[in-house]
């Protein structure tokens, strides 16, 4: 017995040599650098709520740039250099202030901005955003349940040169009015595009744009989670506006 546990120990050995020669030590600088490219660079983030509806669904993965705003060291936050900021109207992957939670939002002011909502409707700058029907078969709309589409109102929403989709669900308690706030320096305010059902600067306050991942461009991929993760393969490698 104590031959077979010390020939048995010297194959382990053995073993265990040949995949860190072979196997471990040539791979773990590509690893590493995959790892510290989805840190500083570009990495994908799944959405599991529906607080970005019809823009973004339950589902989705979206891709993120995280060099939109500044290049940060890999696996910190700590910034090497900074080139420009979040814009009105921009889609960003950021960290919840009061709990580090990972959020996706849309960057509604920015700093130096007078933002009000009165009952959904979105003033910044003491303008009023225009508001026009959004199209029935618009592609976030047709994946929405059939209870979900009838109970709840959709439009496009513009600030500035940019229009982006929104929903309310009348229905559903939600804080529907806020402000006017000025947004702080350093600092910016974040809606989500289904007003009722998102949890935002209206519940945590401002977003500091230091906890900003970087800029969401695009659903990389898509499955329906109420469908087995059927594929949506039309929402595959789209731009997010």
């Not at 590493?32 to 983030?45: E, H, P, Q, R, V």
């Not at 709520?49 to 019809?54: L, W």
Request: proline share 7%.
């Amino acid at each position: 017995m104590n031959a077979f546990a010390t020939a048995f120990a010297a194959l382990a050995r053995r073993a265990s040599r040949s995949l860190w020669r072979n196997w471990i030590r040539p791979l773990t600088p590509t690893v590493l650098g995959i790892l510290a490219a989805k840190s500083a660079l570009a990495d994908i983030n799944y959405v599991p709520s529906g607080s970005m509806k019809p823009t973004i669904l339950e589902g989705d993965v979206v891709v993120i740039n995280k060099l939109a705003y500044d290049l940060k060291v890999p696996f910190t936050r700590k910034r090497l250099a900074t080139w420009n900021a979040p814009a009105r109207g921009e889609i960003v992957v950021c960290f919840a202030p009061d709990g580090g939670v990972r959020l996706v939002k849309r960057v509604i002011a920015i700093a130096g901005d007078t933002v009000e909502l009165r009952d959904d409707v979105l003033f910044l700058n003491g303008t009023r955003a225009d508001y026009a029907p959004l199209a029935a078969n618009a592609a976030g709309i047709r994946y929405l349940e059939p209870a979900e589409r009838a109970s709840a109102l959709f439009a496009t929403e513009r600030i500035g040169p940019a229009a982006h989709a929104v929903m309310v669900e009348p229905q559903r308690p939600a804080r529907r009015s806020f402000g006017p706030v000025i947004v702080p320096a350093g600092q910016c305010l974040v809606l989500g595009d289904n007003r009722d059902n998102s949890r935002d600067s209206r519940y945590f306050g401002f977003m500091p744009c230091h906890d900003i991942i970087g800029r969401a461009e695009a659903v990389f991929v898509s499955g329906d989670l109420d469908h087995w993760l059927r594929p949506r393969y039309d929402r595959f490698c789209t731009a997010l506006e």
